[in-house]
């Protein structure tokens, strides 16, 4: 409304011809009202024609229109009358209990709250321990476990099938539980120190492929085992094993045989030639050191059934004490007693997460030999090719493999004496 009391609308004026548009013109109130009161007289009759419908009475809408500018609007929903969607509003009031109230006080537990505590690995790995126990109980292959350990091992010596070997050359296997804990420094440590004895050494790289013995001894291959294989003929007439000259040797007098630089050739080693290798070096040799070996294949199996003493090396680690309690239970069912499988704990220190006593409680078996943890005489030994003992004798890890070499072979092996300060020491 205005400031002079004069209502404004909005009506049709006309403007030219077949236009038409809407202006907001005032118009005093005394006149609506009385187009008001005559619509209001005039609602029964019929609208002219042409003209705009009656309004009801009491709308201030002006009353010349065009027919259609006047739209119906939609009519509203009647809530007696309207179909609405059915949303379960005909079920019992029961029913409709949402899905999240009907659960039980339990189900509505966090995740959080219902996740069991993580498991240690070394609980872990104790309790994968005694349900295989248990498991092997229940089944009856555990028919020892009641015995002292004296019967035990008297009853799986009895089982283990005979070897096929001369009495002439002793075979020992390096067992590594994994890779990396210092099987090959251990292998070629050890058979240059037992041939400085004066037996006549070999060392049998088990690895075909990528075997690290040549390696380890800074060595050049010569004489590979496929070509052994096809020569066995001539070698077993050389009563004076002079096939022995084309094999490479190292200074300390341990002789090396390899396939490695001649992969072409692998398949034909296969368990059967492996055997007849063996054969051929027990002829020639007092004795033969295996490395390689990390599992029970075909060529293992070849050696482990003529072998006389397994010496498995693992670490101070729970992957490592893992994988000797799998070999050890293996070796066992073989029919393999404790008096002829060592276990060697390399790497050695007394600050280990992993205790001396951990160790001996999770395997049932005390560590035969224990060699301390030397990195920088290791590593120098692998990079210059050389054993422990010619890099340092009177390091701890060399004083180690020399006791580790006499507990194994039965022999006497005197360190050099030196002078210092004016007194011989040895």
Same mark, same amino acid.
């Given at each position: 409304?205005?400031?002079? =009391?004069?209502?404004?609308? $909005? +009506?049709?004026?006309?403007?030219?011809?077949?236009?038409?548009?809407?202006?907001?013109?005032?118009?005093?109130?005394?006149?609506?009202?009385?187009?008001?009161?005559?619509?209001?007289?005039?609602?029964?009759?019929?609208?002219?024609?042409? =003209?705009?419908?009656?309004?009801?009475?009491?709308?201030?809408?002006? !009353?010349?229109?065009?027919?259609?500018?006047?739209?119906?609007?939609?009519?509203?929903?009647?809530?007696?009358?309207?179909?609405?969607?059915?949303?379960?509003?005909?079920?019992?009031?029961?029913?409709?209990?949402?899905?999240?109230?009907?659960?039980?006080?339990?189900?509505?537990?966090?995740?959080?709250?219902?996740?069991?505590?993580?498991?240690?690995?070394?609980?872990? %790995?104790?309790?994968?321990?005694?349900?295989?126990?248990?498991?092997?109980?229940?089944?009856?292959?555990?028919?020892?476990?009641?015995?002292?350990?004296?019967?035990? %091992?008297?009853?799986?010596?009895?089982?283990?099938?005979?070897?096929?070997?001369?009495?002439?050359?002793?075979?020992?296997?390096?067992?590594?539980?994994? =890779?990396? #804990?210092?099987?090959?420094?251990?292998?070629?440590?050890?058979?240059?120190?037992?041939?400085? !004895?004066?037996?006549?050494?070999?060392?049998?790289?088990?690895?075909?492929?990528?075997?690290?013995?040549?390696?380890?001894?800074?060595?050049?291959?010569?004489?590979?085992?496929?070509?052994?294989?096809?020569?066995?003929?001539?070698?077993?007439?050389?009563?004076?094993?002079? $096939? *022995?000259?084309?094999?490479? *040797?190292?200074?300390?007098? %341990?002789?090396?045989?390899?396939?490695?630089?001649?992969?072409?050739?692998?398949?034909?080693?296969?368990?059967?030639?492996?055997?007849?290798?063996?054969?051929? #070096?027990?002829?020639?040799?007092?004795?033969?050191? #295996?490395?390689?070996?990390?599992?029970?294949?075909?060529?293992?199996? %070849?050696?482990?059934?003529?072998?006389?003493?397994?010496?498995?090396?693992?670490?101070?680690?729970?992957?490592?004490?893992?994988?000797?309690?799998?070999?050890?239970?293996?070796?066992?069912?073989?029919? $393999?007693?404790?008096?002829?499988?060592?276990?060697?704990?390399?790497?050695?220190?007394?600050?280990?997460?992993?205790?001396?006593?951990?160790?001996?409680?999770?395997?049932?078996?005390?560590?035969?030999?224990?060699?301390?943890?030397?990195?920088?005489?290791?590593?120098?030994?692998?990079?210059?090719? !050389?054993?422990?003992?010619?890099?340092?004798?009177?390091?701890?890890?060399?004083?180690? #493999?020399?006791?580790?070499?006499?507990?194994?072979?039965? +022999?006497?092996?005197?360190? !050099?004496?030196?002078?210092?300060? =004016?007194?011989?020491?040895?």
């Amino acid at each position: 409304m205005s400031k002079d =009391g004069v209502r404004a609308k $909005w +009506v049709v004026v006309p403007r030219g011809e077949g236009n038409a548009s809407l202006h907001r013109t005032p118009r005093p109130k005394h006149e609506l009202q009385e187009e008001i009161e005559n619509a209001t007289l005039d609602r029964g009759a019929p609208p002219p024609s042409g =003209g705009p419908p009656p309004l009801p009475p009491g709308t201030n809408a002006p !009353t010349h229109l065009p027919p259609d500018s006047l739209e119906p609007r939609p009519k509203k929903r009647d809530p007696q009358t309207a179909q609405i969607p059915n949303r379960g509003r005909d079920r019992e009031p029961e029913e409709r209990v949402s899905g999240r109230a009907q659960r039980e006080p339990e189900e509505r537990v966090s995740a959080r709250a219902r996740r069991e505590p993580e498991e240690r690995p070394s609980e872990r %790995a104790r309790r994968e321990d005694r349900e295989r126990i248990a498991h092997k109980a229940e089944a009856g292959v555990l028919q020892t476990h009641m015995l002292s350990a004296a019967e035990a %091992a008297e009853q799986v010596r009895k089982a283990r099938p005979p070897r096929e070997r001369t009495d002439g050359c002793e075979i020992t296997v390096f067992f590594g539980c994994r =890779g990396g #804990v210092g099987c090959t420094t251990l292998a070629t440590s050890v058979a240059a120190e037992l041939a400085t !004895t004066g037996r006549r050494v070999a060392l049998l790289d088990l690895d075909l492929q990528f075997g690290t013995v040549l390696t380890a001894l800074d060595l050049q291959q010569s004489y590979p085992l496929s070509e052994i294989y096809q020569d066995r003929q001539q070698i077993r007439d050389d009563s004076h094993g002079h $096939w *022995r000259e084309r094999l490479p *040797r190292h200074a300390s007098g %341990a002789y090396v045989l390899s396939q490695v630089g001649h992969i072409d050739s692998v398949s034909e080693i296969d368990h059967e030639a492996m055997k007849s290798l063996v054969h051929l #070096v027990q002829d020639h040799f007092d004795v033969l050191i #295996v490395d390689g070996i990390r599992d029970f294949n075909d060529h293992a199996m %070849a050696l482990l059934d003529q072998s006389d003493q397994v010496v498995l090396v693992g670490s101070q680690d729970v992957p490592s004490m893992r994988g000797l309690s799998l070999r050890l239970d293996v070796f066992r069912r073989l029919g $393999w007693g404790d008096a002829d499988l060592h276990l060697v704990l390399n790497r050695y220190s007394r600050k280990a997460n992993v205790s001396l006593s951990a160790i001996e409680n999770a395997l049932g078996v005390e560590p035969s030999f224990v060699v301390a943890n030397d990195f920088n005489t290791a590593h120098r030994a692998l990079d210059s090719g !050389t054993p422990l003992s010619g890099i340092s004798k009177r390091a701890r890890i060399t004083r180690d #493999v020399i006791e580790m070499t006499e507990g194994l072979f039965h +022999v006497s092996l005197k360190p !050099t004496k030196k002078r210092r300060f =004016g007194k011989e020491r040895s």
